[in-house]
């Protein structure tokens, strides 16, 4: 696969920001923070004895790159790839020599081809990949200092469903910035994803495939086991983890939080985006496994020929198995079919996610956020801009049926001062899952604090809006990294300030107060305790309760 070269230039602080603009940092969200008297110093650091840490398999060397050690590529786990393919993860074989880690491991198997056709989500995002590969369990670590301190850990989840991504997929995943703002060790990871990491081949291949349908999730566990084993080593605390994820990465904390062997491995939980209540029906993926076997023309005792199968070969094989059981899928009522986590009852449960009060996800805080325009339909077409309401309601048919009509008068009503292509953006970005997630967390003793994220950038002449991945970057301290989320400057950098300094209060002590935002009440079903987070941040009370409930 192609390799993506600008990586690495982003990665020494070269990139985005730009080169020679006279600035101490200039690829560093807010500069000043590292010291203006640094100007002319120098800022990378690399050599036989810099950034050296141990590990339970060996020695891994790093650099350091304005005072924060980094870490890439460090392997969790073996090769994912033949006898290995749909088994649980294996650990990694031990190494002798100091391991160079100064460089992304592998983004695991998923579909390159035209990765990077739409020119302006190219631009947007700002897509970092590189070389694929079943060779993919990998993680990275930023931390200030190779010490005992015992710092707080930030484990972050990418998106991309449980299909694409992987963890530097855009600029903004950085833990450069939040490692030195908040003195915390920040950790990323690549793990199975798609067809290789949720295939269910259990009932069709019984024990020995008992595991296959959430090797992708029990991945992301042996990372987290990795964490426990290791961070220590990296001035972390193994007993102070906060997962965070975004879409898919916040359906991978919620199911996290469904997994018996996550058990006792984090401690507060955040998901950006993204919610699951329940895993994929047991039912309809072993049916899927089936078809998986059938389609590349295997009998029941061939199933082992499925890991020798090249894996973009194995993907379209997968694929065309989803279609061959959509009947299923529409019978089940599911939104939609294909590779997630399975409800097995034995690696995931089965019962509806925090559902159980004296379940170990009872003690663990969570915050759940969300945009206002998850999706925007006027982006990259201007002329949307002038659509009508009644438009509107012929553009939501699709989804909301003769439902349709109601729905867009009720969110009109709520927000009156909203346009209608606002409207239409808001009624598809709707928060039901969000909020009833949260609705089935304040069951449990933990509290749960709920946001809604709906800060504008002003580019493409305003049309981007409060858009699906535009708030991550302000969590982590990098809109001046991530420019084309936000336009850089000190307007995005004051509320990334309040919204990351309250998030490291979370990480820290499992409440957000403190950080500079207004006082966040944890959220109740009677009153939908919501941040705004915006230029002036505020809490409300259920903003748009009143328009949801025309939602079925």
Request: charged letters at 20%.
């Amino acid at each position: 696969m192609k390799s993506n070269r600008r990586n690495f230039i982003h990665t020494l602080g070269l990139g985005a920001a730009g080169v020679g603009m006279g600035s101490v940092v200039p690829f560093t969200a807010n500069a000043h923070d590292f010291g203006k008297e640094k100007e002319d110093e120098q800022i990378l650091f690399v050599g036989d004895n810099i950034a050296v840490a141990n590990t339970n398999y060996g020695k891994v060397r790093g650099y350091i790159l304005r005072g924060i050690n980094t870490f890439l590529g460090i392997p969790y786990g073996a090769d994912t790839g033949g006898a290995n393919r749909f088994m649980p993860p294996q650990k990694p074989q031990p190494w002798t020599d100091v391991k160079p880690t100064v460089w992304w491991g592998n983004s695991a198997p998923q579909i390159m081809e035209r990765r990077y056709a739409d020119q302006y989500s190219s631009f947007v995002d700002h897509w970092n990949y590189d070389d694929v590969s079943e060779d993919c369990l990998r993680v990275n670590v930023w931390t200030p200092a190779i010490d005992n301190k015992k710092r707080p850990v930030i484990v972050w989840l990418h998106g991309g469903g449980f299909v694409n991504g992987n963890g530097i997929e855009q600029d903004g995943y950085s833990g450069e910035n939040i490692s030195r703002l908040g003195d915390v060790v920040y950790c990323s990871l690549n793990h199975r994803l798609g067809t290789l990491g949720f295939t269910n081949l259990a009932g069709v291949g019984g024990e020995k495939f008992a595991a296959s349908g959430n090797v992708g999730m029990l991945d992301i566990v042996a990372a987290l086991e990795w964490v426990k084993d290791n961070i220590a080593n990296f001035g972390g605390d193994a007993n102070n983890v906060t997962i965070i994820g975004q879409s898919g990465g916040g359906a991978k904390v919620t199911t996290l939080m469904a997994m018996p062997s996550a058990k006792g491995l984090f401690h507060k939980a955040v998901a950006l985006s993204g919610t699951s209540l329940a895993g994929v029906p047991k039912e309809y993926s072993e049916k899927l496994g089936a078809a998986v076997l059938k389609e590349a023309g295997l009998g029941p005792n061939e199933i082992d020929k499925l890991q020798q199968i090249p894996w973009r070969q194995y993907i379209d094989i997968a694929n065309k198995a989803v279609a061959a059981v959509a009947d299923e899928a529409k019978r089940m009522n599911l939104q939609r079919g294909g590779y997630a986590p399975v409800a097995d009852g034995k690696f995931l449960s089965d019962k509806p996610f925090f559902s159980e009060t004296n379940h170990f996800s009872s003690d663990i805080p969570l915050i759940i956020s969300t945009t206002f325009n998850e999706m925007s339909p006027s982006r990259t077409n201007a002329s949307l801009e002038k659509v009508s309401l009644d438009e509107v309601k012929e553009k939501i048919k699709p989804r909301f049926g003769e439902k349709s009509g109601e729905i867009t008068d009720a969110y009109a009503k709520v927000f009156p001062n909203k346009k209608p292509i606002e409207i239409w953006s808001m009624i598809m970005s709707n928060r039901k899952n969000a909020i009833a997630a949260a609705d089935a967390k304040t069951k449990q003793k933990a509290p749960v604090y709920v946001a809604w994220f709906g800060w504008q950038p002003p580019l493409f002449d305003g049309r981007m809006r409060a858009f699906h991945c535009d708030d991550i970057c302000f969590w982590f301290y990098n809109t001046d990294l991530m420019l084309t989320h936000t336009g850089g400057g000190a307007r995005p950098r004051r509320l990334s300030e309040k919204m990351a300094k309250s998030f490291l209060n979370f990480a820290r002590t499992g409440n957000p107060n403190g950080g500079g935002l207004p006082n966040w009440a944890p959220y109740t079903t009677a009153n939908g305790e919501t941040m705004i987070l915006d230029d002036i941040p505020m809490m409300k009370n259920d903003p748009d309760r009143d328009a949801r409930k025309a939602i079925v």
